[in-house]
Structures are given as structure tokens and as C-alpha cells.
């Protein structure tokens, strides 16, 4: 709707204001431009076409399955549509390219696809089955299918364009009886309850009964009459013709004997459907709604889109218009749009309020605007003088409301228009007396108590445009255009500074645009490009400075608005923000407007019981939350595509919820998810909720994003997702697919035990063999022991036997001397084979044993010579296994070493020490005797051999000695 300047100008006087001695009031006489049924209003329409995803924007046909998806019919293919993307299923044709004419649901929600030339296709379980009337010429017109209805469980009523059919699911067949009525075109079909068939042709309707698979004729009505559209809603029978909307009350074969009701008369009625709540939609030259008997029309104008072809209202309660270049979509109706506009020029609204009789009063750019009973009047002129630019706008008790325009203070009582003071003013406040306070473009401040206006003095003139002024008991706050704002206290006529909030005090940026009192105590002022700046009333302390890093969807705060409910209502350059909770972590949401439309930047906002008016710099939109209704569906969730390994190799039917279970190999571990939850309402509100159950069994957090990827591991894994509309519904059953991830062949159970198997005969054949080993090897030990001691022991015993003898009978000094040292030589030969049979002998390889010999031998030498002498040995050794040469190392040291006690010591003492200790076994042999100086002596073969056969089993060889303070000797070795 375009308003114009009003062009008659009366001059009246009112009584009252005479009484005042006001004088003339210029009143301006509206120029009412808007009807009753077509308003230029815009309603929330949503638009879809090629750049959403649909590849051919001229749309036939729209209907909604069971799944929730929305069928688009075009010149080229059915698209399923998920409320955000586009997606064409594959469909066989029998021509190259698929018309769709038309969907039909039946009564177990399979969709049946309408084509030209094709005939008609079923979907079921996920397949299209495709129908011909004609088989042999496929591409005959007789192929080409409008409509169709369901007569029972398997017979349905198919119109083609060479007549009418009967289809029983898998075959047509003419009805009978025969006629050549059946021959011509049929428009529409409709079924009513009672088994009565309109037939909608271009001569009218002809009515049938369908009974036992026979169609009885029983009459013709609106003979004359082009009938495009038959439908049934609520007991009534619409029928859309080519001259007029025609309604008949009631069923049974009797109804069209009344008298029908006509609807727009004279108009070519295209299309009707009916919604959820009993509303028609029309479509004729323009979209009408018949609601109550009342006729309501839109147009593009209000949003609507252009060569409307079909209209189709969804079981959600969402109205969907199929047009030449695309779909739209019509939600709640829970806003309008009405551009303000002098002649083709957009007006900028900056303020809004209304009068005592509820009228809304606009300000804006070049004058002010008034909409009375839906129609808007523009008004530019105060007598001869230009109103201008509109800055404030307030609204007194007694409900009439003063502007500060560019002609000055204006007062608006009752209709009429008058000027109050001459004073052009950019800001003012009323105070609890209802006096005002005003601000000028210079920065001067002024009050005004109703009869006269007084400036006021400041402690330092700011000359700066006053852009806000708020007073509050004895002080007044300013807000300046570009100069912070200053909390003044009054002191007579003279304002004294009681704070100052700018670039100096630290406050930067604070170009102030706005102001508001919130039901705390607090004042909240809004700025040009630093967000909005709260302080306390009472003690002027900051309170919280809320800026885009809080939420806001822009910095630039043109309004405020305090709600009762604690709310706070941002007009900001890009949209209305609604801030709630504490200020220091608020709660920040936008008003969402879904229409491309309209201009994002707001100026003003003004509640009016539960409806608010938000001034743009186009018009006024009036948004009305009540008539958002809260969406109850939840929203059913499906997956969309399943990649594994990256690639498309696992195929599923798109939109399925239950994919069943798979099994892959080891190296197909890379899967994707994508998946959709439908919520044609509000697609952009869905979030997500998913698990994968093998992995991970609590479920994630909310996302926006509806794919996912994981790498696994082998195994048995579950995926489930859920959908949460806006409202926080939730899907009723989850999307799931299961799946088995093969372990390679190496780590299978079976090759596990395999291998166990193996391993464990491998294990046991080596421990055998290696006790095999040790059974031979103490069997030669045990072999060569014996055949030492009775072979060469008893060899060595005789040698010394004889040199014995020979020595007690040879007299021979030189030949005494030679037998002596056979005789040492043998005995001493007997000795070291004696160690060398007791460390080969198995029956000797413990500690035990190895201490029993050594303290028998350490006990013979050192009591032959008179050497005092202490054995100490620990328990522990008992039973502690040792092997041959450890055994035999350990002796030959410790018997090295009692030799050189015996022989070098001249020792009074002795000790022999041993310990067993965390695996460590420590022998030490000590005595009192002369000692030695370690530095200086030199190293026979005795303990040079010491040295090296400690080396040999990794021990540790310790010699500690001082002349006169003994000697001490210790090996330490791990024994495990």
C-alpha cells in the first residue's frame, strides 16, 4: 500500500482549545488508500527455487507423505524436499522426460505419481512401479494421467485425457455400464463419504454412486459451468469454477437441490484447498482465504509469489504455493509488513505510539503516518509548515500523544493535530508531575512545566544534538550525540554535573541513540557503534556494558524497550534483539523474520498488549508472537547417505530410518553418517543428537551439523541419531544402522587359538627338549663323575699308595726326593680331581651343598693350624639351586682364599660369612692377621684367578686390607 500526502487542509476550532486560548488547530483530512480485502501488508512467506537446490522451477504439483517429506512435481522429475535441501529420487521413465501432473495419496499413505505420457507411478517400500494405459504406444496421450481417486481397498478411479478408468492396482479397465460419457474430459474427481462420485468436467458436474464396482448415474448440475476443482471439507462441498466459488451445506444425494452459496462472482476460481483449521484458500487472479464467511485477498504485494499454479495445505498446518519459479511457503501468519511510502519513495519509521482509541500514530522521515481500522493515512503538513523529521514521540495519561517533529512540539488529541511549542527538539523526558524536559540539536537543555518553557543553565554547555533526556527525582540524565551522557542535578534553574560518562572519565565510544528505564533501577542507554551501556539510577555505577560479544546481532541500538516481563527489546541496524537474564551474562536471542524482503534495520519497537509494532526504514512491521504456535510435531529423522571408506560404496534408500545390519571387512573402518530431520516449519531450528554404541555409549551434545565420521577399530557398533525441533520436540524413534567390522583374519578368535595352539606345542617341545637336554647332560655329569672317581681316582689313589711304599723302603737320597714329589704332586692331582667330581656331580648343585663343603674344608685347615675361627651361615641358602659353574667358580674363589689366609694371614682369628638377601648372596671371609697394602702388592695367579672367574658370572670381587688391621674378602653375586 502506497500512502500520500493528504491534499485537503480544514481548519476547525475545538471548544476546549479556545477555552485555552490556543487558537486554530490544523487538522490534515487522510487520504485512505487501503480496502478492507486486499491489504499491501507482507505476510511471512518463504521462497524456494534453483537456488535452493531445485533444478526446474516450474512446479505442478505438492503433496506430503508419511515420512513428513514434501513431493515437488515438476517439468522434469519429483524432488523430495526436507525443509533444506532438494533431492531427486531415481525414477524410470518411458519417454526421456518425466511431466508430473499431479500426486495422489491413498488410504495406506503410498504416493502415486500423475505424469503426461508416463501414466502413473506407485511408490511403495521404496520403489516406483510404474502404470500404462497404454502399453504398446507409451508415448500415447491416453498415458497422460490429471487425476485419480481411491474407491476401495484396490480400486481406484484414474482420469486420463481420453476419459475415465478403472485400476485395480495392476490393470485398467472401462466402467461399466458402457457409455460414451466415459470418453470425455474430466477435470477433477472428488469421493464424498456416502459413496456419491462428482465428476468435475467443462459441462459441469455429473454425480455417481460407486456400488459393488459399478458406477450409477444419478444426475448432472452446473451444466453450463466450467468446474476446475471439486473439494469435500467439513461436511461441505466447494466447487471451483470458472465463474465463482460455489459452496453446498451438508451431505447426501439431496445437497445440491439447495441453494449454493457464491464467492467471488465473475472470477476464474483456479485452485481450492482447505487447512487444518477449516480455512479455503482460493486461488483465482489473486489468492483469497475464506474464514467465517468473511474474504480476505493477497497478492504478490504481500509477499505472495507470482503465476501461482497449484495451492496445497499439509497435515502440519504449513500452505505451500507451487508456481513458474518455484515453491513458497506459507507458516504462521505471525507477522505483517506495511511499507509507508510517499508515492514510490520508502519512508524511514522512527517512532511509533497510539492514541486513547487505540489508533497507531507513526513517525517518520517527512511527517507522520496514522492507521485507523486497518487503513493508513499520511499527514506532512502542520498548517503550511513542513513536520519533518519526527524524533520523539510520547503518549500522556490522559492518552494523547506530543511529537517533537522539525515544525516543533506537536500535540495529537482525539484526531486533531496541533502545534504545542515552537521548539524544535531532538530528545525529552517526563518526569513523575508529568512535566517534560527537553533537548535541542545545539546541546541545550530545557524545561517545561505546561504553561511556560524555561531554558536551564549547565555548569558546561556541551554543544552537541541532545539525543536522549531522562529525569528521575532531582536529576536529569543527557545523552549527546557524540559526547557520552552526563547525570546532572537540578539546583534551581542550573544543572551541576554529577557524572560524567565519555572518552574522558574512560567511557570510549559512546555515541549515545537511545535510552530506557528498566524494573530494576537501572538505565540503559544504547549507542551508535558501542552497543549498550547499563547503570545503576541510584548511584550512577556501571552496571554492565553489553556489545556483539554478548550476542548481539549489531552494536548500532536505534530503540529500547523494557518489558514487564524483565525482557529488553533492542531496534538495532540489523534486526530486534531480545536480551534477558543478568546483564553481565545475558540471555541474547533475535526477533527472526524469515523473509528476504524485508530490510533487517529497525528504528524503534512498541509494545501494545501482546503485539509489537517495530518501526524499519521501510514501514511498520507488526509482529505478534501469540500467533506463533509452538511446533508439536517431532520431527522424524532419517539417514540421507552412508559412505564407507570415503566412497559410495554402500547404497541405501534415501530418507530411511532403519538401515538394517551389515558386515565389512577389516579395511572398510572409515564410515560417514548423513542424515536429515524434517521440520518443514522451521528447518533452520533442528538439532542433533547421536551415539554410536560400541564405541561410546553416551550420547553427544546438541548439533547443528548433520554428518559425522568415525575411523574404527574392529567390532560390533551400533549408530543412532535423533532430530529436536526449535521447540524441543524430539524424534520419536531414532535413525539406526548396525554394523559388524571383520577383524583381519590374524586377529580372528580361531587364528588367536591357532596361534595359541601353536605356541603353547612349540613351548612344551622346547621345555621338553630342554629337559631332555638336562637328563642327558646329568646323566654325562653323573657318567663322567664316576669314571673320574673310579677310574683316575683309583689310578691316583695307587700312585699314591706305591710312592709311599717306595719311599719307607728306598734309601736312595735322590730317588726319595723324586718318589716324594710323585707322591705330592699325585696327592695334590687327587684333590683338584676331588673338586673337579664334586662340582660335575648333579646331586651337589645347591648353595647348601657348596657351603657343607666349604666349611668342612675351611674347618680342617684352620684347626691344623690353631686358628680360632666362626662360621656364619644364613638359612636362607637352603634349597637355592646353582649351576655347575657358578658352583664351581664360587668354591675355587673361596678355597683360593682360605689357602692365602692359611698361608700369609699369621691370623690368631678367622670369619667366614654368609648371606642371602633379595636374590643377592654375599660371601665375606675375614681375619686378624697381618694385613697387606692393597696399592703396593703384586697379584700372583691365585688372585688374579679370583678376579677373572668373578668376572665370568658377573660378580663382584672385594679386597679390603691395612697392614696390622687383617684382611677382608667378599664376592657378591645376583643368584636367581
Excluded at 486560548?21 to 490534515?28: A, D, L, N, S
Excluded at 531445485?54 to 525443509?83: M, P
Excluded at 486533531?416 to 537543555?445: P, Q, Y
Excluded at 674363589?893 to 670369619?911: D, H
Amino acid at each position: 500500500m502506497n500512502i500520500v500526502v493528504g491534499a485537503v487542509i480544514m481548519k476547525l476550532v475545538s471548544p476546549a482549545n479556545r477555552r485555552k486560548g490556543v487558537g486554530f488547530i490544523h487538522v490534515i483530512a487522510f487520504a485512505l488508500l487501503i480496502s478492507n480485502t486486499l491489504r499491501a501488508q507482507l505476510i511471512p512467506v518463504k521462497s524456494y527455487g534453483i537456488k535452493d537446490g531445485l533444478v526446474d522451477n516450474n512446479v505442478q504439483a505438492v503433496i506430503r507423505d508419511n515420512r513428513g517429506l514434501l513431493w515437488v512435481g515438476t517439468d522434469v522429475g519429483v524432488y523430495w524436499f526436507d525443509g533444506k535441501r532438494f533431492y531427486r529420487p531415481e525414477i524410470k521413465t518411458n519417454i526421456t522426460q518425466l511431466y508430473v501432473n499431479g500426486f495422489y495419496k491413498d488410504d495406506i499413505n503410498d504416493i502415486w505419481v500423475l505424469t503426461y505420457f508416463n501414466g502413473i507411478y506407485r511408490y511403495h517400500n521404496g520403489r516406483f512401479t510404474n502404470y500404462l494405459l497404454d502399453t504398446l504406444s507409451k508415448d500415447a496421450i491416453k498415458n497422460t494421467i490429471s487425476g485419480m481417486v481411491q474407491l476401495d481397498s484396490n480400486e481406484y478411479l484414474v482420469e486420463s485425457q481420453q476419459g475415465i478408468y478403472m485400476f485395480d492396482g495392476k490393470k485398467f479397465s472401462v466402467p461399466e455400464p458402457f457409455d460414451t460419457f466415459f470418453n470425455r474430459a474430466i477435470n477433477n474427481v472428488a469421493l464424498l463419504q456416502d459413496r456419491t462420485l462428482l465428476l468435475g468436467t467443462d459441462t459441469g458436474v455429473f454425480i455417481f454412486r460407486y456400488e459393488k464396482g459399478k458406477l450409477i448415474p444419478l444426475g448432472h448440475i452446473l451444466n453450463n459451468q466450467v468446474i476446475n476443482k471439486i473439494l469435500v471439507s467439513n461436511g461441505k462441498v466447494y466447487i471451483a469454477t470458472s465463474k465463482g466459488l460455489l459452496s453446498f451445506e451438508k451431505a447426501g444425494p439431496q445437497r445440491f437441490s439447495s441453494q449454493s452459496k457464491n464467492y467471488l462472482s465473475g472470477k476464474e476460481i483456479k485452485d481450492i484447498s482447505a487447512d487444518k483449521n477449516g480455512r479455503i484458500w482460493i486461488l483465482a487472479d489473486s489468492v483469497f482465504i475464506l474464514e467465517n464467511e468473511k474474504m480476505t485477498g493477497y497478492t504478490s504485494v504481500n509477499g505472495l509469489p507470482e503465476n501461482i499454479t497449484k495451492i496445497y495445505c499439509d497435515q502440519e498446518g504449513l500452505l505451500w504455493f507451487a508456481n513458474l519459479k518455484g515453491l513458497s511457503m506459507l507458516g504462521d501468519e505471525y507477522y505483517e509488513f506495511n511499507p509507508i511510502k510517499i508515492g514510490t519513495l520508502d519512508q524511514s519509521v522512527t517512532r511509533i505510539n497510539t492514541d486513547e482509541k487505540n489508533n497507531l500514530w507513526i513517525g517518520a522521515g517527512n511527517g507522520l503516518a496514522v492507521r485507523k481500522n486497518n487503513e493508513y493515512s499520511f499527514i506532512g503538513k502542520i498548517g503550511k509548515e513542513e513536520i519533518g523529521y519526527v524524533a520523539w514521540m510520547y503518549k500522556n495519561i490522559n492518552g494523547s500523544l506530543e511529537a517533537g517533529t522539525d515544525a516543533g512540539v506537536l500535540e495529537i488529541d482525539e484526531g486533531f493535530i496541533k502545534k504545542e511549542l515552537n521548539l524544535r527538539s531532538t530528545a525529552a523526558g517526563k518526569d513523575s508531575l508529568g512535566r517534560t524536559w527537553f533537548g535541542d540539536v545545539n546541546g541545550r537543555l530545557w524545561f517545561y512545566n505546561g504553561r511556560m518553557l524555561q531554558p536551564l543553565k549547565t555548569d558546561s554547555l556541551i554543544a552537541e544534538m541532545v539525543m536522549e533526556v531522562h529525569p528521575e527525582n532531582e536529576y536529569l540524565w543527557v545523552g549527546y550525540r557524540g559526547d557520552g551522557v552526563r547525570k546532572y542535578k537540578r539546583v534551581n534553574d542550573s544543572l551541576l554535573t554529577e557524572k560524567e560518562y565519555s572518552v574522558r572519565t574512560g567511557y570510549n565510544d559512546m555515541r549515545v541513540r537511545s535510552c530506557a528505564t528498566d524494573k530494576k533501577g537501572n538505565i540503559i542507554w544504547g549507542t551508535r557503534t558501542n552497543g549498550a551501556f547499563v547503570f545503576s539510577l541510584a548511584s550512577g555505577a556501571s552496571i554492565a556494558h553489553i556489545t556483539e560479544k554478548n550476542g548481539l546481532s549489531a552494536n548500532w541500538i536505534k530503540d529500547i524497550l523494557c518489558d514487564t516481563d524483565g525482557k529488553i527489546y533492542f531496534a538495532t541496524n540489523n534486526g530486534v534483539n531480545i536480551v534477558s537474564g543478568d546483564y553481565k551474562k545475558p540471555v541474547v536471542t533475535q526477533l527472526k523474520i524469515d523473509n528476504d524482503k524485508l530490510n533487517r534495520e529497525t528504528n524503534c519497537v512498541l509494545k501494545t498488549g501482546n503485539t509489537f509494532y517495530i518501526g524499519t526504514i521501510e514501514g511498520v512491521l507488526k509482529w505478534m508472537p501469540d500467533k506463533m504456535h509452538r511446533d508439536t510435531v517431532a520431527p522424524p529423522v532419517y539417514f540421507t547417505r552412508i559412505d564407507i571408506q570415503g566412497l559410495k560404496q554402500f547404497l541405501i534408500d534415501p530418507y530411511v530410518g532403519n538401515v538394517g545390519t551389515i558386515s565389512l571387512p577389516y579395511d572398510q573402518h572409515v564410515i560417514s553418517f548423513e542424515f536429515a530431520g524434517l521440520s518443514l516449519k522451521n528447518p533452520g531450528g533442528i538439532r542433533y543428537y547421536y551415539v554410536l554404541e560400541g564405541q561410546n555409549d553416551e550420547w553427544s551434545p546438541a548439533v547443528i551439523n548433520n554428518y559425522v565420521s568415525y575411523n574404527l577399530k574392529p567390532g560390533d557398533y551400533t549408530f543412532k541419531v535423533i532430530a529436536e525441533n526449535a521447540d524441543g520436540m524430539r524424534s520419536v524413534v531414532p535413525a539406526v544402522f548396525s554394523f559388524v567390522i571383520k577383524p583381519p583374519f590374524w586377529n580372528t578368535w580361531w587364528f588367536i587359538s591357532l596361534v595359541a595352539i601353536l605356541i603353547i606345542l612349540a613351548a612344551y617341545s622346547a621345555y621338553r627338549y630342554k629337559i631332555s637336554q638336562l637328563l642327558e647332560l646329568e646323566l654325562l655329569r653323573n657318567k663322567i663323575s664316576t669314571d673320574l672317581h673310579d677310574d683316575i681316582g683309583s689310578t691316583l689313589s695307587s700312585i699314591a699308595i706305591l710312592s709311599d711304599m717306595a719311599l719307607r723302603e728306598s734309601s736312595n737320597t735322590q730317588m726319595l726326593e723324586m718318589i716324594k714329589g710323585i707322591k705330592e704332586n699325585s696327592g695334590s692331582l687327587l684333590e683338584k680331581m676331588d673338586d673337579i667330581v664334586w662340582s660335575i656331580n648333579p646331586k651337589n648343585d645347591t648353595l647348601e651343598n657348596l657351603m657343607v663343603r666349604l666349611q668342612r674344608f675351611a674347618a680342617t685347615l684352620l684347626e691344623a693350624k690353631n686358628i680360632d675361627y666362626n662360621i656364619d651361615i644364613a638359612p636362607a641358602i637352603k634349597n637355592i639351586k646353582l649351576s655347575m659353574n657358578y658352583r664351581q667358580h664360587i668354591y675355587l674363589i673361596l678355597k683360593e682364599t682360605i689357602n692365602n689366609l692359611i698361608k700369609y694371614s699369621n691370623c690368631t682369628k678367622a670369619y667366614i660369612g654368609v648371606i642371602y638377601h633379595n636374590n643377592m648372596l654375599e660371601i665375606a671371609v675375614q681375619d686378624n692377621g697381618i694385613g697387606f697394602d692393597t696399592q703396593n702388592i703384586k697379584y700372583g695367579n691365585g688372585i688374579i684367578n679370583m678376579q677373572q672367574r668373578a668376572r665370568q658370572m658377573k660378580a663382584a670381587l672385594l679386597i679390603n686390607s691395612r697392614q696390622g688391621e687383617g684382611t677382608k674378602i667378599s664376592i657378591r653375586i645376583k643368584i636367581k
